[in-house]
T-cell receptor, first 115, second 112 residues
Framework: GAVVSQHPSWVICKSGTSVKIECRSL??????MFWYRQFPKQSLMLMAT?????????EQGVEKDKFLINHASLTLSTLTVTSAHPEDSSFYIC???????????FGPGTRLTVL | DAKTTQPPSMDCAEGRAANLPCNHS???????VYWYRQIHSQGPQYIIH???NNETNEMASLIITEDRKSSTLILPHATLRDTAVYYC?????????????FGKGTLLTVNP
């Protein structure tokens, strides 16, 4: 149980376009979802935390107008990278938790390459 | 959350036990020790967590020193598939802070 999926697993786009990444909890209702970014040979950096039905809380230095997060249901959160540029190329990973449990369940990640 | 220190890399022979250390000398009484691992180009995977007692599950054992200032993750019989970056994370239980702060972790390479 506690499976989290992401779609797509990889995407290549042109500079200036927008890209949407989906994160789904397959067998549980995720009250909270997290979005991380990981550059090559670096650790995961938390971008934002989102609770179902409310606005996401962004970490310091993360542009909320560039990285739009929607958590419209208990099983789906989306991250939209708007007007993507090559420096946005990264590995984007979501995680989800339910209820008051501390454990986070991670998705497999989405590799974004902006040309 | 308290800071953790881990060696950047370790090697282990296949079939042998892998012992991964973590120093968390500033840990508070209400902070848990969590271990996650990340296989290359995949999302992190939860391994185990503990407060002060030693813990064991189907994946690993967690040994926490009596003063709680350090811990060791033990993979009893490492396989090639255990090659990954292992992250030791200290975090408060409860409240509304569910964030995980990942450090640089330890790259464990299991050799045949």
């Amino acid at each position: 149980g506690a499976v989290v999926s992401q779609h797509p697993s990889w995407v290549i786009c042109k500079s200036g376009t927008s890209v949407k990444i989906e994160c789904r909890s397959l067998d549980f209702q995720a009250t909270t979802m997290f979005w991380y970014r990981q550059f090559p040979k670096q650790s995961l950096m938390l971008m934002a935390t989102s609770n179902e039905g409310s606005k996401a809380t962004y970490e310091q230095g993360v542009e909320k107008d560039k990285f739009l997060i929607n958590h419209a249901s208990l099983t789906l959160s989306t991250l939209t990278v708007t007007s993507a540029h090559p420096e946005d190329s990264s590995f984007y990973i979501c995680s989800a938790k339910f209820g008051t449990t501390l454990e986070q369940f991670f998705g497999p990640g989405t590799r974004l390459t902006v040309l | 959350d308290a800071k953790t220190t881990q060696p950047p890399s370790m090697d282990c022979a296949e079939g042998r036990a892998a012992n991964l250390p973590c120093n968390h000398s500033t840990i508070s009484g209400n902070e848990y020790v969590y271990w996650y691992r990340q296989i290359h180009s995949q999302g992190p995977q939860y391994i185990i967590h503990g407060l002060k007692n030693n813990e064991t599950n189907e994946m690993a054992s967690l040994i926490i020193t009596e003063d709680r200032k350090s811990s060791t993750l033990i993979l009893p019989h490492a396989t090639l598939r255990d090659t990954a970056v292992y992250y030791c994370i200290v975090r408060v239980a409860g409240g509304s802070n569910y964030k995980l702060t990942f450090g640089k972790g330890t790259l464990l390479t299991v050799n045949p």
